[in-house]
Nanobody, 113 residues
Framework: QVRLVESGGGLVQAGGSLRLSCAAS????????MGWYRQAPGKKRELVAS???????NYADFVKGRSTISRDNARNTVYLQMNNLKPDDTAVYYC???????WGQGTQVTVSS
């Protein structure tokens, strides 16, 4: 059974930073492309960043230069470091096994102005 457990969300002021973590189980983590998505109220879920099994990364334009996705295959964990957060970054952030179509339960990120 695939399980993805996100953590690290919270309330932060604009300009602040957060580090999201996603611990995966039930998959061969090291070969899977992992991703972080977000969904704000009333909006569609959108890709924030992804990282392949060989650590090739991809970022949405709205986080380029502000966020870093990384993975620790020994810990079956993927991270999203977010810096210089803006109120528009407020959303529920979801971890995903992109190549398998699995999702975590999400973690709320709220950025106050």
């Amino acid at each position: 059974q695939v399980r993805l457990v996100e953590s690290g969300g919270g309330l932060v002021q604009a300009g602040g930073s957060l580090r999201l973590s996603c611990a995966a189980s039930g998959i061969i983590f090291r070969i899977n492309t992992m991703g972080w998505y977000r969904q704000a109220p009333g909006k569609k879920r959108e890709l924030v960043a992804s990282i392949s099994g060989t650590s090739i990364t991809n970022y949405a334009d709205f986080v380029k230069g502000r966020s870093t996705i990384s993975r620790d295959n020994a810990r079956n964990t993927v991270y999203l470091q977010m810096n210089n957060l803006k109120p528009d970054d407020t959303a529920v952030y979801y971890c995903s096994v992109i190549s398998g179509g699995y999702w975590g339960q999400g973690t709320q990120v709220t950025v106050s102005s």
